[in-house]
């Protein structure tokens, strides 16, 4: 499986973004995706992620109710719509496939997109 995240960038505090990441290969519709993120100096970690079928998902505690996760399997794509970002969610995000739920363990990783939130 190939992914490639794409729709990073900067944006003032309180701002919008939507990350996308394209997956090709094999099944995605299969696969349980996540979203993580990894700031300068820190060690990654868990962003979203959500089940095969879509109907659920998970979210670390410092972005629920702003971000949301979701997927379009007939594009075999998954989002990360980010709203009301915060100069703290400032990272290299990166998609990854075919996790064990809870976990962070995935088996695929795409290359980051950059996201800078500005103050």
């Known amino acids: 499986v190939q992914l490639q995240a794409s729709g990073g960038g900067l944006v003032q505090a309180g701002g919008v973004l939507r990350l996308s990441c394209a997956a090709s290969?094999?099944?995605?519709?299969?696969?349980?995706m996540g979203w993580f993120r990894q700031a300068p100096g820190k060690e990654r970690e868990f962003v979203a992620a959500?089940?095969?079928?879509?109907?659920?998902?998970h979210y670390a505690d410092s972005v629920k109710g702003r971000f949301t996760i979701s997927r379009d399997s007939g594009k075999n794509t998954v989002y990360l719509q980010m709203n009301s970002l915060k100069p703290e969610d400032t990272a290299v995000y990166y998609c990854?496939?075919?996790?064990?739920?809870?976990?962070?363990?995935?088996?695929?990783w795409g290359q980051g997109t950059p996201v800078t939130v500005s103050s």
């Open positions: 959500i089940s095969w079928s879509g109907a659920s998902t």
């Open positions: 990854a496939a075919d996790g064990n739920w809870g976990t962070e363990a995935y088996d695929y």
């Open positions: 290969g094999r099944t995605f519709s299969n696969y349980v």
